[in-house]
C-alpha cells in the first residue's frame, strides 16, 4: 500500500497569518509608542496606564472592525462573482466550457487534453473548477471576516499588553527605556517568526519590523519631551 504524499503549503496560512501579524504589530507598537511619548511628557504612571489601558482596547476593537469590514467587501466580490458564474453556467453552458479549455491551453496544455480536463472537472463541479481556475478563488484564500476580525483583535490586545505590562512593573524613572528596548525585541522577534512561517528571510523580517517600531517610538518620545517641555 503506497504511503501518502500529504503537503502543507504557507499560502494555506495567509488569512490567519496576515491579521495575526498586522494585530500583533500593531498592538506593540501604538501602545508602546503612546506610553513611551506619555511616560516622555513627565506624566505620571497612573496616567500613563490609563492612556495605554485606553490604547489597547480601542485599538483591539479598531482593529477588528477595519478587518471586518475590509475582508467583508472582499467576500461580497467573491460571492458576487461567483454568482455571475452560476448564473452563467446555467445559460450558457458550452461557453463556460470553451472558456475553461482556452484557460488550460494558455496553461500549456494541448487543445484535446484541455478538453478532457475541462469536461472532467466540469463533471465533478463545474464552479468550483471555474472558481479557481478562471476567477482565482481557493477554499484555503477565500476571505474570511470573522476570523480575521478575531485574529487581529486578539493578537493586538496580545501585543499591546507586553508593553503595558512593562510600564506597569518598571520604575518611573526607567519606563521610557524599558518599554521601548522590551517592545523592540519583541518587534524582531515578532518580524522573524512571521519571515520563518511565510518562508522568507528570518534576519531581513526582523529587521525591517524592529526598523518602523523604533522610529514611531522615537517620534511620539520626542513629541512627548517636547510637549511636557512646553507645559512645564
Known sequence: MRARHL????????GWLRAAVLGANDGIVSTASLIVGVAAAGTARGEVLVAGLAALVAGAMSMAAGEYVSVSSQSDTENADLARER????????????????????????????AQVADQLTAKDALAAHARDELGISEHLAARPLQAAFTSAGTFAAGAAVPLACA???????????????????????????????????????????????????????VGRLFGTTVA
Open 168 to 222: 506597569a512593573l518598571v520604575p518611573m524613572g526607567a519606563m521610557v527605556a524599558a518599554v521601548a528596548g522590551t517592545s523592540l525585541v519583541l518587534l524582531a522577534a515578532l518580524g522573524a517568526l512571521a519571515a520563518y512561517t511565510g518562508g522568507a528571510k528570518m534576519s531581513i523580517g526582523a529587521m525591517r519590523v524592529a526598523f518602523w517600531g523604533a522610529a514611531a517610538m522615537a517620534l511620539t518620545a520626542l
Open 7 to 14: 503537503e502543507r503549503h504557507r499560502t494555506e496560512r495567509i
Open 87 to 114: 448564473a452563467e453556467l446555467t445559460a450558457e453552458p458550452e461557453a463556460e466550457r470553451r472558456e475553461l479549455i482556452a484557460i488550460y491551453v494558455a496553461r500549456g496544455l494541448d487543445e484535446a487534453l484541455a
